[in-house]
């Protein structure tokens, strides 16, 4: 059984961090691409970063660059977004999601930023 579980996500103040965590299990994580996505209201799904197979050629929407950084852990079937400097607009649902010949969805986890 394939299952995505994200965690981590909460409320928190502008400027303040995030970790979140996806932590996967039922297919060959490392054979996978993993990405996050958020879902802000009353809008579409975003990507927001991605994560190859072995950790290069890394790349994020350019709203979070310089801000937050992708990384997985293969032995511990793990992707993780660390989020900095936290901004109102990067509230929402945050997904993981895993990448190949099909694609693996997490079921999220909120991030609201608010004073």
């Known amino acids: 059984q394939v299952q995505l579980i994200e965690s981590g996500g909460a409320l928190v103040q502008p400027g303040g961090s995030l970790r979140l965590s996806c932590t996967c299990s039922g297919f060959t994580f490392r054979s996978y691409d993993m990405s996050w996505y958020r879902q802000a209201p009353g809008k579409e799904r975003e990507l927001v970063a991605i994560i190859p197979t072995f950790g290069d050629g890394r790349d994020y929407v350019d709203s979070v660059k310089g801000r937050f950084t992708i990384s997985r852990d293969n032995s511990k079937n793990t992707v993780y977004l660390q989020m900095n400097n936290l901004k109102l607009e990067d509230t929402g649902v945050y997904y993981c999601?895993?990448?190949?010949?099909?694609?693996?969805w997490g079921k999220g986890t909120l991030v609201t930023v608010s004073s």
């Open positions: 999601k895993a990448g190949h010949d099909t694609d693996y």
